[in-house]
């Protein structure tokens, strides 16, 4: 199984932006498909861009794509979300998912808090 943990939450004023980052550890990081989740008050947990296990795709939803980019290194064992253009309705808490390739067991990280505010 992996571990996973996010970082680099915080706050950012409408336009900013932030670098969310999820470490993971315990297994062979380049087997898994990764992906960045949110969740805001209220709402339900939403999927927000993925990643294949080696890089060569990604998909996002509608409501990000062209401002969101997600990456990965999979030498460092990292996976990214940059965001720019951000806006109030960004702010979620923001969780890093991932299962390995061939397998339905999902493992999260405890979410990262993005609050964007002027």
């Known amino acids: 199984q992996v571990h996973l943990v996010e970082s680099g939450g915080g706050l950012a004023q409408p336009g900013g932006s932030l670098r969310l980052s999820c470490a993971a550890s315990?297994?062979?990081?380049?087997?898994?498909?990764m992906r960045w989740y949110r969740q805001a008050p209220g709402k339900e947990r939403e999927l927000v861009a993925a990643?294949?296990?080696?890089?060569?795709?990604?998909n996002y939803a509608g409501s990000v794509k062209g401002r969101f980019t997600i990456s990965r290194d999979n030498a460092k064992n990292m996976v990214y979300l940059q965001m720019n253009g951000l806006k109030p309705e960004d702010t979620a808490v923001y969780f890093c998912?991932?299962?390995?390739?061939?397998?339905?067991?999902?493992?999260w990280g405890q979410g990262t808090q993005v609050t964007v505010s002027s």
């Open positions: 990643i294949t296990s080696i890089g060569s795709s990604t």
């Open positions: 998912n991932g299962n390995r390739v061939g397998y339905s067991i999902e493992y």
């Open positions: 315990g297994d062979t990081f380049s087997r898994y498909a």
